[in-house]
C-alpha cells in the first residue's frame, strides 16, 4: 500500500528559532570515540551484547511492531528525479560523526574527483537511509542523544519553511543491544532528527523510486531469519512491482564477505532474493550494507550488478587487506542453483594504506589509559600474590637456605635469568592459587585471540604466547623493581616507602610495557577488529549519494573523507543553520573514492494480451 497520508508540518523545536548561545545550552555533549579497550567498557559492551541477545531471542520487536502497526510503501515515484544519500555505522566521536553530519546537511556539495581535480556539484538527498549501527557503544536513550540525535540537529537544525529530508533507518547489532526499545522510540514514532523527519513505522521499510526503481530495507537482528511478517510485507511489496524493476537493497551485514570461511551466513540474502524478487521478475541490482567501517565494492563479472559496504559513518575504521578478492554466491538462474563469481572492484582505504595502518596498532594501546592502568594493577596483584605465596611456603631457596622470592631475586644478576625462572618455578609448585591465577591469564588471553579473515586457524595458539609473556613480564618487572628500590636504593623489602614506589613503578613502567606488549600482539595476523578499534582513528570515512535521473539511469557517488573536520561553536547561529562551523582551514573535504558507478535504467515488462505476444518492454 502506498502512504497516502500528508506530511506532517515542519517540527518546531528549540532550536526552531536559531541556535543556543553557549555550548553549555546545547542538549548533548559532544563525545569523544568510544574507548574500546578501556575496562568499563570491555565490560559493560560484553554485558549489554549477552542481553541483546537475550532480547532478541525471547523478546523480538519485529513481532510486537506488526501486531501495532500497518506499513506502507513509501511512494517517491512521482518525482522525475530523485537524490537519495546513504551512511551507515554512525554514531562514535563528536568530530568524525559531526564532519559526515555537515556533509549530508550541505544544501549542495562538490565532490573533488579522486585525483583530487573538481569533480561533480551534487544537491543534498531527498532522502537519507541509515544503514545500521546508528549508535556505539550500545543503545540507549543518552547514547543516542549524545552521538547521534545531538551532532544530526547540530548539522542540520529544523526550522519552518524548510524543505525537510525525509530520514528511513534500519537497525544494526549495537541498535538491537537493549531489544530495539530506543531504535523504536528515536526512528519509528514520526519524530525529528534535526531538519530530517522520520516517516517509518517498523523497523523495514520499501521506498517506490522514480522509473521502476525501488529501495528496501531489511532488519535481519543479530543474524536471524527474516520474521514472518516481515517476509509478508516485502512479498507485498514485490507483489506492487513490474517485472523488469530493479531493487537496491540495505540490509545491516555484509554477509557475502563472510561466505569464504561460513558459506550458510549468505543464506539468509540468498533466500530473500530467490522467495521475494524472483517470482516477480525483478532484479536485485545493488546491495548496500555497513557493519564493516570502510568502503568495498563488489560486482559480478557482467559489471551490472554491485554490492557495496559503506560503513564510515563516524565509527572506527576497519582495514580492508584481508577482504576476498573474489566470491562464488550462490543464486537461481533459468530454474537451477548456480554459483556467480563476483570480484572486488575497490577498497576504501587502499590494501596497501590498510597495511601500513594496521602496524600503526602498536603503540595504539597506550591511548587507551584505563586498559593500561588495568594491566599495571594485574601485574601488582600477581607479584603480592608471589610474594606472599614465597613467604608462607618456608621460604626455601632452590640452591638452599631461606630467603622470600624478592630477596632471591636481589640478589641475582640479569645474566642469572635461568635461576629467577627457577625461583618462580618454585613458587608456582608450592602454590595453587599462583599457578591457577597465572592459568587464568593465559586461557584469557588465548581465548582473546582470533585470526583475521582468511588466516589458519593454528594462529590461535599466539594467545598462549602472549599470555605467558604477561607473566614473563610481570616476573621481569618484580625483578628489575626489587634489584632498583632494595639492591641500589637500600630499602627493606618490608618498608611502606618501598611497597609505594613499587606500586608508582608498576602503574608507570608495568602499564606502558604491558600496552606495548599488547600492541605487539595486534600486528601480527590475529585480532584485526581490535588492532583498529584501539586507535580510534576519526578519519578514512564515508557515505553514498545516489541520483536517479530523469531518463531512469541510476548513478552512485561513493565520497570519501579522508580527515574529520575540526569545529568551533557558532553562537546564536541563525535558525537553520549548522551550531558548528568548521575551524580555519580545516573543514572535511569531499572526494570521490572511485568514478561514479552508473547502472542503466531498469527495462520494465509490460504483460500484454495473448493475440499480440507475451511482453513487451516499456
Not at 243 to 255: K, N, Q, S
Request: aromatic share 12%.
Amino acid at each position: 500500500m502506498s502512504d497516502p497520508t500528508p506530511p506532517p508540518p515542519p517540527y518546531s523545536g528549540p532550536y526552531s528559532r536559531g541556535g543556543p548561545a553557549t555550548e553549555a545550552e546545547l542538549r548533548f555533549t559532544p563525545k569523544r570515540m568510544v574507548q574500546w579497550l578501556n575496562p568499563k567498557q570491555l565490560s559493560g559492551t560484553a554485558v549489554r551484547a549477552a542481553l541483546g541477545s537475550v532480547f532478541g531471542s525471547y523478546a523480538d520487536q519485529r513481532e510486537v511492531q506488526a501486531a501495532l502497526r500497518q506499513p506502507r510503501t513509501h511512494d517517491y515515484s512521482g518525482e522525475g528525479e530523485l537524490w537519495l544519500d546513504y551512511t551507515s555505522d554512525l554514531g562514535d566521536g563528536f568530530r568524525s560523526s559531526y564532519s559526515i553530519a555537515w556533509l549530508l546537511a550541505q544544501g549542495r556539495l562538490t565532490l573533488a574527483q579522486p585525483d583530487g581535480a573538481p569533480g561533480p556539484e551534487t544537491p543534498r538527498g531527498r532522502i537519507l537511509v541509515m544503514g545500521g549501527d546508528q549508535v556505539y557503544p550500545t543503545a540507549s536513550k543518552q547514547e543516542y542523544r549524545d552521538r547521534l540525535e545531538g551532532p544530526y540537529e547540530a548539522a542540520l537544525p529544523c526550522h519552518a519553511g524548510a524543505d525537510n529530508p525525509h530520514l528511513y533507518v534500519i537497525p544494526g547489532n549495537h541498535d538491537w543491544y537493549d531489544g530495539l526499545t530506543s531504535f523504536t522510540r528515536l526512528f519509528m514514532q514520526g519524530r525529528w532528527i534535526g531538519g530530517w523527519e522520520t516517516r517509518q513505522s517498523r523497523s523495514y521499510w520499501a521506498l517506490k523510486l522514480p522509473h521502476g526503481w525501488w529501495v528496501l530495507g531489511t532488519d535481519i537482528q543479530l543474524q536471524a531469519d527474516i520474521d514472518h511478517p516481515q517476509l509478508e510485507y516485502f512479498c507485498g511489496v514485490a507483489g506492487q512491482m513490474q517485472p523488469g524493476d530493479r531493487v537496491i537493497l540495505c540490509t545491516a551485514e555484509p554477509a557475502w564477505v563472510h561466505t569464504p570461511q561460513t558459506p550458510a551466513c549468505y543464506d539468509t540474502l540468498a533466500f530473500f532474493e530467490r522467495a521475494v524478487l524472483q517470482p516477480h521478475s525483478v532484479e536485485l541490482t545493488l546491495t548496500l550494507t555497513g557493519d564493516l567501517h570502510h568502503y568495498a565494492r563488489y560486482s559480478d563479472d557482467a559489471g551490472t550488478r554491485h554490492k557495496l559496504t559503506a560503513g564510515g559513518g563516524g565509527a572506527y575504521l576497519y582495514g580492508t587487506h584481508t577482504l576476498p578478492q573474489e566470491l562464488e554466491l550462490p543464486e537461481r538462474t533459468g530454474g537451477r542453483d548456480v554459483k556467480a563469481r563476483w570480484r572486488c572492484r575497490e577498497t576504501y582505504p587502499s590494501r596497501r594504506e590498510s597495511l601500513r595502518l594496521r602496524a600503526q596498532a602498536l603503540p595504539a594501546p597506550l591511548a587507551n589509559p584505563g586498559f593500561a592502568l588495568l594491566l599495571a594493577g594485574l601485574y601488582a596483584f600477581f607479584a603480592w600474590m608471589v610474594q606472599s605465596a614465597s613467604e608462607s611456603m618456608g621460604n626455601v631457596k632452590v640452591d638452599g637456605g631461606k630467603a622470600d622470592f624478592i630477596d632471591q631475586l636481589g640478589s641475582l644478576h640479569w645474566t642469572d635469568a635461568p635461576l629467577a625462572a627457577l625461583y618462580f618455578g618454585k613458587v608456582l609448585q608450592h602454590s595453587p592459587e599462583v599457578a591457577i591465577f597465572a592459568t587464568v591469564i593465559v586461557i584469557a588471553w588465548w581465548v582473546f585471540c582470533t585470526p583475521d579473515a582468511g588466516r589458519p586457524g593454528w594462529l590461535k595458539g599466539l594467545g598462549l604466547v602472549h599470555g605467558l609473556a604477561h607473566v614473563a613480564l610481570a616476573v621481569t618487572l618484580m625483578w628489575a623493581f626489587t634489584w632498583f628500590n632494595v639492591t641500589r636504593l637500600g630499602m627493606e623489602v618490608t618498608d611502606l616507602r618501598q611497597a609505594a614506589l613499587f606500586i608508582v613503578e608498576m602503574v608507570v613502567f608495568g602499564g606502558t610495557l604491558g600496552a606495548l606488549l599488547v600492541g605487539l600482539f595486534l600486528l601480527p595476523a590475529v585480532n584485526f577488529n581490535e588492532a583498529f578499534s584501539a586507535q580510534h582513528r576519526t578519519g578514512w570515512k564515508n557515505f553514498l549519494r545516489l541520483h536517479v535521473a530523469r531518463d531512469g539511469t541510476l548513478t552512485v557517488y561513493p565520497v570519501g573523507v579522508r580527515r574529520a573536520g575540526s569545529w568551533e561553536f557558532v553562537p546564536h547561529a541563525p535558525a537553520g543553520q549548522p551550531f558548528f562551523r568548521p575551524a580555519a582551514g580545516r573543514a572535511p573535504e569531499p572526494r570521490l573514492i572511485e568514478p561514479p558507478i552508473r547502472i542503466a535504467a531498469p527495462q520494465r515488462q509490460i504483460v500484454v494480451p495473448p493475440d499480440m505476444g507475451v511482453v513487451a518492454a516499456a
